[in-house]
């Protein structure tokens, strides 16, 4: 019931909070002039403070949980894909990359051009030897299965993290039969260009043929691929510096106002969150063993 009444409840709230502070506003500024008080003063400003930061998050948390997937839905590319641009606001990407930049050594594992971290447990071939997702993380899975592109049989339980450093990138793949098949990737600390191409089957091993999309993945944002997206094009990230932003970003009119045609852009490093389902699910648990030592 509260949940049925919850963007009600929040705009009120916020209706409420916004005239409470032109009202406070309105008398501060007043008792400025009149008055040396400064006992008064100090706890007016600490009003003002506090309900102006609790006036943001009521607002930002309206705006996140009203997000319509049918308006981010790419329109120049195969069925389905959706890309949410400031999907986590700036205060959210650093506390991310602080988060994973203090992960212990063990917990990364080092690829040849990469490294990266499994959370929720090791994906196995026989299932996926599952580990709590630590509450830090667990936010942000939530937030994206807040927007129902999973199904209730298939929550996602799984994040890998993976951080390029500027050249670095993955070769043409595709994720298989081992997850539920819908990725969604957050993106922080820079851009990258996702690329996508046609699997070519030889008798030997799947390689990828010629590129037919590409997808500008801005900081912040959220994509999320499902479908044919995900069962029929391999996606790969090329290892080179720069890119040029051209009319063959599939999704360049759904990004910032600051992304143009022709404008080069530099990468940083990039930490990249992909959240997925692995529908099997071993009996063995990681938390026990780690209990259990
Ligand atoms: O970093 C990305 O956006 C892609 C990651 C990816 O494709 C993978 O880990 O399989």
Redesign the pocket.
């Known amino acids: 019931m509260l949940q049925k009444y919850k963007h009600g409840i929040l705009h009120i709230c916020i209706i409420i909070l916004y005239a409470i502070n032109v009202k406070i506003q309105f008398k501060f500024i007043t008792s400025c002039v009149t008055t040396f008080c400064h006992d008064i003063l100090f706890i007016r400003t600490g009003f003002v403070i506090v309900s102006i930061t609790f006036y943001r998050y009521l607002r930002y948390n309206f705006e996140m949980d009203n997000i319509d997937l049918k308006d981010n839905k790419l329109t120049l590319v195969d069925d389905a894909a959706y890309y949410i641009p400031n999907f986590i606001t700036e205060e959210q990407e650093t506390y991310i990359m602080d988060k994973v930049n203090s992960a212990p050594k063990p917990k990364w594992c080092q690829l040849k051009n990469?490294r990266?971290q499994n959370w929720g447990g090791i994906p196995h071939a026989k299932g996926l030897i599952p580990e709590t997702i630590p509450d830090w993380l667990k936010g942000f899975v939530d937030r994206v299965e807040s927007l129902q592109v999973f199904p209730r049989t298939n929550r996602p339980n799984h994040v890998?993290i993976?951080e390029?450093l500027s050249g670095q990138g993955?070769m043409p793949?595709l994720?298989g039969s081992l997850f539920f098949p819908t990725?969604s990737?957050i993106?922080c600390g820079s851009h990258?260009v996702?690329n996508f191409y046609k699997p070519l089957k030889t008798d030997i091993e799947v390689v990828s043929s010629e590129k037919v999309y590409s997808l500008l993945?801005e900081r912040r944002s959220l994509?999320i691929l499902k479908d044919k997206m995900y069962t029929e094009y391999m996606?790969?990230?090329e290892e080179i510096t720069n890119d040029i932003i051209d009319d063959k970003i599939s999704n360049i009119t759904y990004c910032g106002s600051n992304i143009q045609n022709g404008i080069p852009l530099t990468r940083n490093k990039?930490i990249?969150l992909?959240i997925r389902n692995v529908p099997r699910v071993s009996k063995f648990n990681l938390n026990s063993l780690v209990i259990k030592k």
């Open positions: 990469r990266l890998l993976n390029y993955i793949h994720d990725i990737t993106n990258t996702l993945l994509l996606h790969g990230i990039r990249s992909t």
